[in-house]
């Protein structure tokens, strides 16, 4: 047991980092080939800091591992927005642009709820179905770039966010290629290290990707919301989760799907129904709305919403566990 938890936190690590460099070289040639800000912050720096996500849940797609790469996805957006968003929340509480968070926030809605019609009437995703998501990424990406043209403070405050530090020509080469290395052996340690433990455990796939995994592959945005509180950035910190958020939809489960169509865990039961369908997917809406409906209508966050929210993931991972 001791050795496939060594080896599960070792992919953590190698994510985390492979994550960093993949950022820091990508950024690094797209600045030498004079690409736009706007195109490399809404690009290239989202797409690298999903990277470990992506990876895993496309890993475990292809090993037929359809508990890892469903609560993955779904484990990330609860993680992100009751533990990363809340933290923000309950300690720098505030006002907020609500103009930045409507494209991500009504992307997100429409896409989790194609999501959820899918897991509750057909009970899997089929190719075309990822095929989909992905499609829908690329023209989040497309308006993302609109949008930011037309608002270039909020580009700005994100190109702040992001900054990288300038790199000989051939260090950004050797930290993007061992950056995506590094991504995809930590991705098979975690995914195989990580079956490993549930199967000693006694628990299903699901319950360590809806918890560990999605827990440890969100570090890296854990990691900018406590950099953004530093810096007295928070309703940017609040924005980069829910645009996470539907990257864990579009991007991570379409191209998991994609890859290899799977169908939703049935592993676990609550009343004689699926726990999935029951409990995880109701509190993925659930915390979402907490987090976006007073930021959208009223613009401002306040603490209350961060100690409900941090509440609410303390009772799912302990339910996710015990139950």
Not at 186 to 198: E, M, Q, R, Y
């Amino acid at each position: 047991m001791l050795v496939p938890v060594l080896l599960f936190l070792l992919g953590f690590a190698l994510l985390i980092k492979g994550g960093d460099w993949f950022v820091d070289g990508s950024v690094g040639i797209a600045h030498r080939l004079h690409l736009p800000e706007l195109l490399i912050g809404a690009t290239i720096v989202s797409i690298g800091t999903t990277l470990p996500e992506v990876m895993v849940s496309s890993q475990a797609a292809m090993q037929n591992n359809a508990g890892i790469s469903y609560g993955n996805a779904i484990g990330s957006v609860i993680c992100n927005t009751s533990l990363i968003a809340a933290l923000t929340m309950c300690f720098r509480p505030g006002k907020v642009n609500s103009r930045s968070l409507r494209l991500p926030a009504l992307f997100f809605f429409p896409v989790a709820a194609a999501y959820a019609l899918i897991a509750y009437t057909k009970g899997r995703f089929e190719r075309w179905h990822g095929i989909t998501f992905l499609l829908v990424f690329v023209i989040y990406l497309a308006l993302s770039v609109m949008h930011m043209k037309k608002h270039p403070e909020e580009a700005e405050a994100e190109e702040e966010e992001e900054g990288v530090t300038p790199h000989a020509a051939w260090l950004d080469i050797l930290l993007l290629v061992v950056g995506a290395a590094a991504i995809a052996v930590g991705a098979n340690l975690l995914v195989n290290n990580g079956t490993k433990i549930a199967s000693a455990l006694g628990v299903p796939d699901s319950v360590i990707g809806l918890t560990m995994v999605a827990l440890g592959t969100s570090l890296p945005e854990l990691i900018t919301a406590i950099t953004s509180l530093i810096k007295g950035h928070s309703a940017l910190s609040v924005g980069n989760v829910i645009g996470a958020n539907l990257f864990n939809i579009v991007l991570v489960s379409g191209a998991a799907i994609t890859i290899s169509p799977f169908a939703v865990p049935t592993e676990k039961t609550l009343l004689g129904v699926n726990a999935s369908l029951l409990v995880d997917i109701p509190v993925m809406f659930g915390v979402m709305l907490i987090l976006c409906l007073p930021a959208l209508l009223k613009g401002k966050l306040a603490r209350w919403q961060g100690i409900l929210l941090l509440g609410i993931y303390v009772a799912f991972t302990v339910f996710q566990f015990v139950s």
